[in-house]
C-alpha cells in the first residue's frame, strides 16, 4: 500500500472540512479531562486503523505527558489491571461501543458505567469527542491521510 493520499480534502471540500473542525471544536470547548480525550481518540484511532490520527494524538498524549507503557499497552486496556482507572476504563468501554456499533447500539451497561463516572456535561463532551474522531477517522482513512511525521521525515527507516 502507498502513502500517497488520494485527495486533499481541505483543498476540494474546504467548507465541509471547516464544519467538521467545527464541530470538534465545539466538542473539545467543554470541559473535560485532557488525558482521557487522548486516550479516546487513540483507541477509537486503533480501532478505526487511521495510521494520520494515530500519529497526531500519540504525538499529543507524549507531549501532555502520558507514559509510553501506557500508549503501548492501550489496545489492551481490559487485560492490564488497574493501569488505567475506573473512569478512564468506563471512557474507553464507551469508545470502543461507539466505534464499533457491531449491534447497532450502544449497550445499556456501557452507557451506565461512562454515567457512574462522568457527569451530564463531561458525559455529553466525551460522546462528542468519541464521535468526532470517529468522523475524522473516516475522512483520512477513505482518502489515505498520510501521517504527519512521515510527511515531516521525522522518522528513520526504521519508522
Known amino acids: 500500500m502507498t502513502t500517497t493520499p488520494r485527495m486533499d480534502l481541505w483543498k476540494v471540500a474546504p467548507s465541509m472540512m471547516k464544519g467538521m ?32 490520527c ?12 502520558e507514559t509510553q507503557q501506557r500508549l503501548d499497552l492501550l489496545a489492551a486496556w481490559e487485560e492490564v489491571g488497574d493501569l488505567f482507572t475506573e473512569r478512564e476504563r468506563a471512557a474507553l468501554a464507551l469508545t470502543e461501543a ?9 449497550p445499556d451497561e456501557v452507557y451506565e458505567r461512562a ?12 460522546i462528542g469527542q ?12 477513505t482518502v489515505r491521510g498520510v501521517p504527519q511525521s512521515m510527511l515531516d521525515g521525522a522518522r528513520g527507516s526504521a519508522g
Open 21 to 52: 473542525r467545527g464541530f470538534q471544536q465545539a466538542a473539545s470547548a467543554e470541559e473535560f479531562d485532557s488525558v482521557i480525550a487522548e486516550l479516546v481518540k487513540i483507541r477509537a484511532s486503533q480501532i478505526n486503523r487511521c495510521a494520520y
Open 115 to 126: 454515567a457512574k463516572h462522568f457527569d451530564e456535561r463531561e458525559l455529553a463532551a466525551l
Open 54 to 65: 494515530l500519529d497526531m494524538h500519540l504525538t499529543d498524549a507524549r507531549k501532555k505527558g
Open 98 to 106: 461507539v466505534t464499533e456499533l457491531t449491534d447497532g447500539y450502544v
Open 130 to 141: 468519541i464521535v468526532a474522531i470517529n468522523a475524522w477517522n473516516r475522512f483520512s482513512v
